[in-house]
C-alpha cells in the first residue's frame, strides 16, 4: 500500500509507512519529489557498495554501522543486516531491500531519518540535527547531538502549548521575503522520539498518541505543525545540566555559533564535497541571521514550569 505525504517542502510516495504530516484531505498526492518502494528481502552484508563514498560510519565495536556510496547515476544506501536503499543519484526514487531476518519497525526509523536526510543534502538543502517547536507564529529549532535533550525540550514545550514542527531532522532555507532573518524551517516528523529517561513526557497522553519504536525508544505525537513553512527566531544548543537549578543562556557571536553548529551533522561520516560546501556556507548565511544559543537547562524531565518559561522568553523574544 501506497501512502502519500508532505514534509521537509516535499511530497513523498512511500510503501514504508512513516510519521509524517498527510496532505489534506482532497488536497491531492500531486507528484512525488520522492518515491519509496519496498522490494524484495535479500541479504545485507558488510561490504561497500560500489561507487564513490559519500558518507559513512564505522561501528564501535569494527564493521560498518552504515555507507552511502554512488556510482555513476545510482546511489546506494547501507545497513549491514538492515537494509539496501539503492536509488537515483539525489536518492529521488528509492526501493528498499530488508535484510530477511531484519526487523520491518527500523524501516520507517531509516527513512524518515538518515534516507531523508541525505536527499536533502544531496539536493544542497541545509539539514540541521534538530527538533523544532511553533511559537506565535515562528519556531524555535534545538540543535545538538543524540542524547543532548532536542526532543525531549521540544516534547516538552509542547506539553505548554507550543506545536511540533519537526524531529530529528529540519530543513532550513533562505528564503527573503520571510520576515527580517529570512530563513525558514518546514514541518517534519510528526512524532518526538523519546528516550528511556524521558518517558515521563507521556504520561497523560492518549493512548492513541504514544507507542513503542522499534530502536527502544518512546514515540510521543503532540500536537504538530504542518501548514506550511515557518520563518525561524532562534537555533538554540542545549546543554543538560545535573547541577544549575535555572537557565543559563549565552548567544554566541556568528564565528562561535558556525563553529558549534558544525559539530551536530545531522548525517555522520558525510564526505562528499559539493554537498558540504553548499551546508556550510548555508550555516554560515544562517548564522548570520538567525541567532544561535549555548542554554545550559537544569536536568529533565520533570521540568519546573519556570524552566521552560524563561528557556523561551531568553531566545524567542
Not at 506565535?136 to 506539553?159: Q, Y
Request: negative net charge.
Amino acid at each position: 500500500m501506497t501512502s502519500h505525504y508532505r514534509a521537509h517542502g516535499l511530497t513523498i510516495s512511500s510503501e514504508v509507512e512513516l510519521p509524517l504530516p498527510v496532505p489534506p484531505t482532497g488536497a491531492g498526492a500531486g507528484i512525488a519529489d520522492l518515491t519509496i518502494r519496498l522490494g524484495a528481502d535479500r541479504p545485507v552484508p558488510e561490504d561497500a557498495p560500489p561507487g564513490t563514498r559519500l558518507a559513512g560510519l564505522a561501528r564501535s565495536t569494527g564493521g560498518v554501522f552504515y555507507v552511502l556510496t554512488r556510482d555513476g547515476e545510482r546511489a546506494h544506501l547501507r545497513y549491514p543486516g538492515l537494509c539496501d536503499f539503492t536509488g537515483d543519484r539525489d536518492l529521488s526514487a528509492v526501493t528498499a531491500h530488508p535484510h530477511p531476518a531484519a526487523d520491518r519497525e527500523l524501516l520507517p526509523v531509516l527513512v524518515a531519518g538518515t534516507l531523508l536526510a541525505a536527499h536533502l543534502m544531496l539536493r544542497h538543502h541545509l539539514v540541521l540535527h534538530a527538533s523544532a517547536v511553533e511559537l506565535d507564529g515562528h519556531a524555535v529549532a534545538f540543535v545538538g547531538a543524540s542524547g543532548m535533550g532536542k526532543s525531549t525540550l521540544a516534547a516538552a514545550l509542547c506539553g505548554t502549548g507550543c506545536a511540533l514542527v519537526a524531529d530529528d531532522v529540519l530543513r532550513v532555507d533562505r528564503v527573503d521575503h520571510a520576515g527580517p532573518a529570512g530563513m525558514v524551517v518546514y514541518p517534519g516528523s510528526t512524532e518526538s522520539r523519546l528516550r528511556p529517561n524521558a518517558r515521563g513526557l507521556a504520561d497523560g497522553a492518549p493512548s492513541t498518541a504514544v507507542r513503542p519504536t522499534a530502536d527502544g525508544r518512546l514515540a510521543l505525537s503532540p500536537r504538530s505543525h504542518a501548514d506550511g513553512p515557518l520563518p525561524l527566531t532562534a537555533c538554540v544548543v542545549p546543554r543538560p545540566s545535573r547541577d544549575m537549578l535555572d537557565v543559563s543562556v549565552d548567544r554566541l557571536p556568528p564565528a562561535l555559533a558556525l563553529m558549534r553548529l558544525c559539530q551536530f551533522p545531522r548525517v555522520l561520516g558525510w564526505c562528499d564535497p559539493p554537498s558540504m560546501d553548499h551546508a556550510f556556507q548555508a550555516l554560515a548565511d544562517l548564522v548570520e541571521r538567525v541567532p544561535v544559543f549555548d542554554a545550559t537547562v537544569p536536568w529533565g524531565p520533570p521540568f519546573r514550569p519556570e524552566v521552560l518559561s524563561g528557556l523561551l522568553d531568553a531566545v524567542a523574544r
